[in-house]
T-cell receptor
Framework: GDSVTQMEGPVTLSEEAFLTINCTYT??????LFWYVQYPGEGLQLLLK?????DKGSNKGFEATYRKETTSFHLEKGSVQVSDSAVYFCALSDRRGSQGNLIFGKGTKLSVKP | DSGVTQTPKHLITATGQRVTLRCSPR?????VYWYQQSLDQGLQFLIQYYNGEERAKGNILERFSAQQFPDLHSELNLSSLELGDSALYFCASSARDRGLDYNEQFFGPGTRLTVL
């Protein structure tokens, strides 16, 4: 079945460092891809999305590009802040209209030190 | 605030017991999804309802059941609880099918279940 693999954490960075969190997927169709973020004690929030190959999702300085040839959707940010400390989840949704369920990776915990 | 509410926030119970978790979706959203987040299994999809009907089933145990009521709120029932059922249970909702090619789900804050 469909699956998502993302890099194991935790990831610890200093403020203003460059961030990459790797995510690869396996899917039979053409899924939509997402990054969700979970701040301590809260639910998940959609960070960005991409619905087709070569799409780039971006939000709050984070970016990810849908690479069909490498089945990847790596999350990047040029300069992280302490407030970016959270758990990041890569996810896919199979394309059954807008009602497909989400399949998540295991999450990557990011800690940013001042 | 996502607009999705879940009650209770925390629940502590004993093995063998039964509990009910409640979720109210965002206003106007017809779909409700339930997810379980545990340390060993990560975030797993349990079940989806759309406008009162079961739409999809994931890794949901037979001891678990759910329903969506006419006012669109949903309940997840967990019975014969085991220690391994301790987890964070999330509810999410999404809008009616507008022919979009992606599925944005809005998550509630979760219910933390502890089985002792």
């Amino acid at each position: 079945g469909d699956s998502v693999t993302q890099m194991e954490g935790p990831v610890t960075l200093s403020e203003e460092a460059f961030l990459t969190i790797n995510c690869t997927y396996t899917a039979t169709g053409y899924p939509s891809l997402f990054w969700y973020v979970q701040y301590p004690g809260e639910g998940l929030q959609l960070l960005l999305k991409a619905t087709k190959a070569d799409d780039k999702g971006s939000n709050k300085g984070f970016e990810a590009t849908y690479r069909k040839e490498t089945t990847s959707f790596h999350l990047e940010k040029g300069s992280v802040q302490v407030s970016d400390s959270a758990v990041y989840f890569c996810a896919l949704s199979d394309r059954r209209g807008s009602q497909g369920n989400l399949i998540f990776g295991k999450g990557t915990k990011l800690s940013v030190k001042p | 605030d996502s607009g999705v509410t879940q009650t209770p926030k925390h629940l502590i119970t004993a093995t063998g017991q039964r509990v009910t978790l409640r979720c109210s979706p965002r206003s106007g959203d017809l779909s409700v999804y339930w997810y379980q987040q545990s340390l060993d299994q990560g975030l797993q999809f349990l079940i989806q309802y759309y406008n009162g009907e079961e739409r999809a089933k994931g890794n949901i145990l037979e001891r678990f059941s759910a329903q969506q009521f006419p006012d669109l709120h949903s309940e997840l029932n967990l019975s014969s609880l085991e220690l391994g059922d301790s987890a964070l249970y999330f509810c999410a909702s999404s809008a009616r099918d507008r022919g979009l090619d992606y599925n944005e789900q809005f998550f509630g804050p979760g219910t933390r279940l502890t089985v002792l």
